[in-house]
């Protein structure tokens, strides 16, 4: 089969990978993919929102499976518009793909079909929130309604910082259009993990669990970002709350889409929280997390394909979905700055040694190739993913391979998997 992978971070880097090793994989590509994907596939310089030349790509080179990896094309309409050229896509519809597309929808869907979450009011009106928020307790969470790269999320302790949170969000428009609609959210406590899920509209398959850490700084300071680290599994999430999850949250997601005649076919990432009053949903995504896939994968013992294959079909309950009785841990190397302003273009050294490295991968995502060389292209520029018999080893095995890799500003937490 000739494969076309859609993005260009570590996801998009760790699903090429997984997919390499599939025997039914003779061929991939990757559009517009980064400098360490093309390792593993044939970049094609299209970007990821441009749907006419992705498909006219598809049908010219006669690609069998398209796999779209990001947010933005999903919730775009990407696989409405490759299913109506007959194209095979994995990735659900722009109809389903709305649960990460708007937070008001999702949240509005949990409240509906009774799926445990915070509890939160949705405004469009600046002048209505800040009156709401005046009269609220703290601390309290403001979501953009929209896409907003995993960073539209702010966490306020009292009145002047929400006041401030909600000028940013919905007056400055940081997050541009997505903060239109604001979620005013509960403020929760408990620990944090996340659980993605293979789905096939009526099937759902829940991965391997992990736990991510946003802050840009060591102790859950500084600023959320994409992501600087994740581990599988995650310390607290026993097989009794798996069960809890299924009957609960998991399944009741895939039917409530389905009940609102919005089947879901692709992967549903389901951002948990362990409360002391139980489990509850954070925000639901419409695709593998990054870096979240980057520990996850590695773990998947099955065919990646197979699955991917299954999810379309709608045969996801023919699959038996296997996984290593192993620990991983993925530690992110960022630019100096990141998220905010950051200089590109240093060269990577060290690459070669951390890949040859027993129980090592490396992964890239903001990375680019000058003059023979790797050098910096981005925020999140690489991750370091380490495997062990046990999480334990599988944090100490990450680190060393930090250690052999090096750039100018290289910036990474030294506590992922620690907490």
Known sequence: MKVLVVGSGGREHAICWKLSQSPKVDKIYCAPGNAGIGQTAELVPIGAMEFDKLIDFAKSEKIDFTVIGMDDPLVGGIVDRFEAEGLKVFGPRANAAIIEGSKAFSKELMKKYNIPT???????????????IKKGSFPVVLKADGLALGKGVLICNDLEEA????????????????????????????????????????????????????????????????????????????????????????????????????????????????????MRVIEYNARFGDPETQVVLPRLKTDLMEIFEACVEGTLDKINVEWEDSGTACVVLASGGYPESYTKGYEITG?????????????????????????????????ITGIGKDLDEAIRTAYKGVELVDFKDKHFRKDIGIK
Do not use: W
């Not at 939160?120 to 709401?132: I, K, N, P, Q």
């Open 118 to 132: 915070a509890a939160y009011e949705t405004f469009d009106s600046y002048e209505r929130a800040l009156e709401y």
């Open 163 to 278: 006041e401030a949170g909600l000028k940013t969000i919905m007056v400055d428009k940081k997050f541009g259009e997505s903060g239109n609609k604001i979620v005013i959210e509960e403020f929760l406590t408990g620990q944090e993990m996340s659980v993605l899920s293979f789905c096939d509209g009526k099937t759902i398959v829940p991965m391997v669990s992990a736990q991510d850490h946003k802050r840009a700084y060591d102790g859950d300071k500084g600023l959320n970002t994409g992501g600087m680290g994740t581990f599988s599994p995650s310390r607290v999430y026993t097989d009794e709350l798996a069960d809890e999850c299924m009957k609960t949250i998991y399944q009741p997601t895939v039917d409530a889409l389905q009940k609102e005649g919005r089947p879901f076919k692709g992967i549903i990432f389901f951002g948990l929280m362990l409360t002391p009053k139980g």
């Open 351 to 383: 690459l070669e040694a951390a890949e040859k490295a027993d129980n090592i991968i490396v992964f890239h995502a903001g990375t680019a190739l000058k003059d023979g060389k790797f050098v910096t292209n981005g925020g999140r520029v690489l991750g």
